[in-house]
């Protein structure tokens, strides 16, 4: 299929066609005077990258291309509530093909390792050899490690390095710092991957944390070549980072948000500041990277979108709209119903968060609910709950996942986070207007773990009251074995910031009330 090239706004302003406060002369001198940067675009890929572990390693690379803070003139945004492809469970091969070719695995149709050989790139090609096609004189490098990557089709003017992370930092850097640099390159680092499947995908896993500091290395030395180009001035970088996957234990392709919940950061000159709304994909990268170079990610039918807007988030007092609180002075609340809770004023698809401490034993007997306003007989029922003792799909035990009702009789688990027996742990439920849904829980050894999925309609309202340790009913056949303290019901989102000063505050011993005054 021949695709046509097609000019986006952001080329069209590059040619000089939207300047109507500048005279047709001064126009003329201007472009003169400042020709159009070159486009360059390198999109990196870390391998098994969670975004709760990104955000706990010491990665002052990536940090300065979220903040724009690496080079002069340029700008980030950048999420930690990301998502990777929809459509597969989140393997390696699903996902490298994903961002590669900026489409789901129904069309690419590699929905899992092994099957890069069997991908339709006739129809949807690489995002390299979709550029160097359409711009002449373009030149792609694609370099990777794990060897699967070898199966994606050759084209003329696109390179293949296959190698070792190590070998491929130290060349990458070399190559970046040549004059004849190529134009657009896919980074796939692999290293992160084998931490977590080592050591454990957490935030708390030293192994796993490491091979992220590691690959940042990597990243600053790539950074460090592109800045010491002697063209750098008349080019414009998109540097972008993201995941294939997350993991849970040391394994990732189970859904339920553990290994879906990926990183996105992206740094240009153009790049608007801040936080990219919603739950993105890693292939919006992609997309973004083609527009960079003046291709039309929707007229190509790719499922990528290019990200063009962030936003500033403010912070709102916390008792802004906080709903009910049961506090007993620091005493476990034991089971109590929340008075009036049925009557409070959430709608369906509407936001809410849900903030308190549990501390559990290492097991239960059956699937108790540390809180709920549903009938929790069966997950598809309408309503909310936070179950303490379920396996959500690859959990290798029971854990805490959040469980809510979906109209037409579908329901939504997310989890599984394992129990720290007899440590009081923090757990907050947030569902914002942008349609994300985030679960949090922060353990003992001070990290906030986190995983989000994009959830348009959820059935928050219920008919029966929200209770603590017990569902809607009050009667549940499954009683908790354990305590809740501090909960709290906001008829609002928290931001992740709220969340975190919460979880915090409630480290020092603190309760929520001390952050209302
Ligand atoms: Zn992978």
Redesign the pocket.
Known sequence: MKMPLVLVAGALALLGCTTDSVSQTGRDALLRDRPARKPKALLIML??ARADALAAARMPAVSSLRDGSWTPGYRGAWTLFGQNVPDARP??AA??TAIFTAVNAEKSRVFNNGQTKDGDYAHWPTWLKRVTDAVPGTKGLFIFSWGEGKQYPSSPNVRFIHDSDANNGKNLAKILAAPDAPDAIQYFIDLP?HGGHSAGFYPFSREYLHALYTSDTYIAAALAAIRSRPTFKDEDWLVMVTA??GGYARS?GMWGGQASTIPLVLSGRNTPAGRLPGAPRHYDLTATALAHFGLDPAALKLDGRPLTTTVQDRPRPLKDGLAARQYAGGKPLGVRKVEGSEKLAFENGGDFAVTLWARLPAKQKGDPVLFSNKDWKSGVNPGIALVASKATDGAKAPGVCFNAGRPDKERIDMGTFDVEPGQWTFYAVVRNSEGVLTVYQGRADGRLNWICAPVPDILVKSGPPFHVGQDGTGVYRHALDGDVDDFALWARALSHEDVQRIYEAGRQGLPLADLLL
């Open positions: 391998d098994g393997s390696s996902n490298h991957d294939d996957h990732h």
